[in-house]
């Protein structure tokens, strides 16, 4: 498949307006809406807060995974069930054969529900049916996994591409229609990669030339990497004006090729995930942007629905699930799409310190002191 192939996942946006789905975000945080169920209904739960809930995420090289997404969701789940909640983990760290085999250990367990960010969104599908065989629901985070999927929480992943194209649009100014910019995917296997590209090619289309586009295997860096190379032999280094890169791990392998090659000046380059090197790279003026996107918020939320589903609660279109997305094998799957933002200099402290994510001291190491103390964040 090349990088033309078509969106495999349809998206069906709701007219429900981002500001609604973040306080609706704030409100479960704070307590506001009920955390177990996502409203005050008065259903009698199917069980008490005595649960097993299975969490598995896709690998360790996403640094937020193993730093930010399973704490804070073992975390919320432990809150909202009074500390009798238990959470089994696992990471297929980038596998997706693994991942499938973790799934099916969770079901031998007899986890009340699973709640898995998939690889690879067909291969998982198999586990998927299995879990439902058992009465066990599935929720999809981050990643839309395909079959009996009970409910999904991500984020407008379209939007995320639109974010980082109109990026790159900003960030050549005047001159982007002559302007020359590589494309660097993410995986195939990924649905949220297909997503990404889409909404950035919203922006894209027509402003800038697209000099060369690239899928990634799994996300992997030295992927990544080899075909930024790739890239700079086809298109001659001082002809790439920008480079659009689907998240942080391979921004950082993209501007390391670029240093490589013997380039004075890095183009601007995009990414996601706001890991703490890209938002040092960011401090530095070696990535130009990246997607903030509200761990805290996903992993809530995700617990929440999780615990609901499994109480018996209704989660069905409710406070916790105001969006629907369809994925080719399911339908009008309840659904919560976390907020973006772009991250830039500008407002660092706005986010990634204001929601606690990083300190200035986390960021501002002896490296980045001076390029922390040139934009203001001291």
Same mark, same amino acid.
């Given at each position: ?179 020359? *910019? ?55 280094? +001082?002809? *790439? ?58 992993? +809530? ?78």
């Amino acid at each position: 498949m090349n990088a033309r192939t078509p969106r495999r996942t349809a998206v069906r946006r709701t007219a429900i307006a981002v500001t609604a789905a973040a306080s609706a975000f704030s409100l479960a945080a704070c307590g506001v809406i009920d955390s177990a169920s996502g409203s005050s209904g008065s259903a009698a739960p199917k069980k008490g807060d005595d649960i097993t809930v299975g969490l598995l995420l896709p690998d360790k090289k996403t640094k937020r995974f193993e730093k930010f997404d399973y704490p804070l969701f073992k975390k919320q789940v432990l809150a909202i069930t009074n500390g009798k909640g238990k959470v089994l983990y696992a990471n297929a760290e980038a596998d997706k054969a693994k991942q499938n085999r973790q799934l099916e250990e969770m079901i031998a367990e007899k986890v009340d529900v699973l709640v898995v960010d998939a690889i690879d969104a067909k291969t998982i599908a198999s586990a998927i049916e299995k879990a439902k065989d058992a009465d066990i629901p599935v929720i999809a985070y981050d990643r839309l996994a395909e079959g009996p999927i009970d409910a999904y929480v991500s984020h407008d992943n379209e939007l995320v591409g639109e974010v980082q194209g109109r990026s790159v649009i900003e960030a050549l100014g005047a001159k982007s229609a002559n302007s020359k *910019i590589v494309m660097i995917n993410g995986s195939l296997t990924d649905p949220n990669a297909a997503l990404f590209k889409d909404g950035a090619m919203t922006e894209l289309q027509g402003k800038v030339q697209v000099a060369a586009s690239y899928n990634t295997k799994d996300w992997l860096p030295e992927v990544a990497k080899a075909n930024m190379e790739a890239a700079i032999r086809a298109v001659g280094l +001082n002809n *790439i004006d920008a480079v659009y890169s689907a998240n942080d791990g391979m921004a950082g392998a993209v501007i390391d090729a670029l240093k490589e090659a013997g380039a004075s000046k890095i183009p601007p380059v995009t990414g996601q995930d706001a890991d703490l090197a890209a938002v040092q790279r960011i401090v530095s003026g070696e990535q130009y942007m990246s997607v903030y996107k509200s761990f805290i918020l996903e992993a +809530n939320n995700a617990a929440s629905i999780a615990v609901a589903k499994v109480q018996g609660r209704g989660i069905e279109f409710d406070a916790l699930t105001r969006d629907s997305v369809d994925s080719p094998t399911t339908k009008s799957i309840p659904s919560q799409l976390v907020p973006v933002v772009a991250l830039t200099q500008e407002n660092i402290k706005d986010t990634v310190i204001q929601d606690g994510i990083y300190t200035i001291q986390d960021i501002c190491t002896p490296q980045y002191a001076a390029a922390c103390a040139e934009i203001g964040l001291k």
